[in-house]
């Protein structure tokens, strides 16, 4: 019955073992994750104010063709940010769950 026992402990070692494994593969696609989005959203600022900056010349030349073409930079750039900040907090929330199945093991 003891041989049994250590057979099922051993198991138990393995089945922990292989589910820090998961949890350290996820923390990490997760961490790729946020810095893809980071990312985003950096490049997103850049354009926001890159159009802003046109926008004002557009605005102070009258010119209404270049104001609607840096009105559309403005919402191309305002839409990135919020799908990139939408994403980042989706996985700020996938990082908490991961970090508390961790403190459970």
Not at 13 to 23: F, N, T, W
Not at 39 to 46: D, E, F, P, Q, T
Not at 94 to 99: A, H
Request: hydrophobic letters at 35%; a neutral charge; one cysteine or more.
């Amino acid at each position: 019955m003891a041989t049994g026992r250590g057979k099922e402990e051993e198991e138990k070692k393995e089945l922990r073992r292989l589910e820090s494994e998961q949890l350290q593969k996820h923390e990490h696609e997760i961490s790729v994750a946020e810095t893809e989005q980071r990312k985003a959203l950096s490049a997103s600022g850049v354009l926001l104010q890159e159009a802003e900056g046109k926008l004002s010349d557009a605005i102070k030349a009258g010119n209404m063709d270049q104001i609607s073409v840096t009105h559309a930079m403005l919402e191309i750039a305002l839409k990135r940010m919020s799908e990139a900040t939408t994403e980042l907090s989706a996985l700020a929330e996938k990082r908490k769950r991961c970090v508390d199945k961790k403190k459970s093991h």
